[in-house]
């Protein structure tokens, strides 16, 4: 069964420009959750949806938006990007929300530097 | 605010000896989950632990749950350096959505050979 792939893998932005990330989830799994990886902040999460609704959001600027399509694949976006907006960002995706259990199952995750 | 806090933040061992990684909440949780990532990967899902007390085994790691299901270790018998990574716990506090799983800081692992 595929994993949750990510693209692209890396990319290289300059302030103020806006970046769009692709996710697609497990075959079968229709969350996904987004989260932004830092050394100092470590994971945090962004948002979450769940057959296209985003059902929760994290605490992130207005600037951070994402979406889902109706085959469960979805897109976060980054507007005006800023120099600490540089991270791994990471999506994952489970069979329902939250997984009950917790269980996540990540991509490779996208690494953006802002420059 | 639920924190779930690791320790040690970093450690560096020789291949082959033990260690032990930690994992501590003042909140309950419903289940716990331990992943490692390597530098430029996603996490990867090792384990799953459910009931207070529990033990379970992969390979030459083993993880429990603390009694009161606020706390768990990671332990690792004879490291290797594939053993190298970032270990991150989390913690589901029960629920159904993802942003109540609470992510541990990681703990930096490095088995020098």
């Known amino acids: 069964k595929a994993g949750v792939t990510q693209t692209p893998r890396y990319l290289i932005k300059t302030r103020g420009q806006q970046v769009t990330l692709s996710c697609s989830p497990i075959?079968?799994?229709?969350?996904v959750s987004w989260y932004q990886q830092t050394p100092g902040q470590g994971l945090q999460f962004l948002f979450e949806?769940?057959?296209?609704?985003?059902?929760n959001k994290g605490n992130f600027p207005g600037r951070f938006s994402g979406r889902q399509f109706s085959n469960s694949r979805s897109e976060m976006n980054v507007s005006t990007l800023e120099l600490g907006d540089s991270a791994l960002y990471l999506c994952?995706?489970?069979?329902?929300?939250?997984?009950?259990?917790?269980?996540?199952?990540f991509g490779e995750g996208s690494r953006l530097t802002v420059l | 605010t639920q924190l779930l806090e690791q320790s040690p933040q970093f450690l560096s061992i020789q291949e082959g000896e033990n260690l032990t990684v930690y994992c501590n909440s003042s909140?309950?949780?419903?289940?716990l989950q331990w992943y490692r990532q390597e530098p430029g990967e996603g996490p990867v899902l090792l384990v799953t632990?459910?009931?207070?007390?529990e033990v379970k085994k992969l390979k030459r790691l083993t993880f429990q749950f603390g009694d009161a299901r606020k706390d768990s270790s990671l332990h690792i018998t004879a490291a290797q350096p594939g053993d190298t990574g970032l270990y991150l716990c989390?913690?589901?506090?029960?629920?159904?959505?993802?942003?109540?799983?609470?992510f541990g800081s990681g703990t930096r692992l490095s088995i020098r050979p």
């Open positions: 994952a995706s489970s069979l329902v929300v939250g997984a009950n259990t917790g269980e996540l199952f």
């Open positions: 075959s079968g799994h229709r969350s």
């Open positions: 949806y769940f057959s296209e609704t985003q059902r």
């Open positions: 909140s309950v949780f419903s289940s």
């Open positions: 632990v459910v009931t207070g007390g």
């Open positions: 989390a913690g589901a506090g029960g629920g159904s959505s993802a942003s109540k799983i609470i």
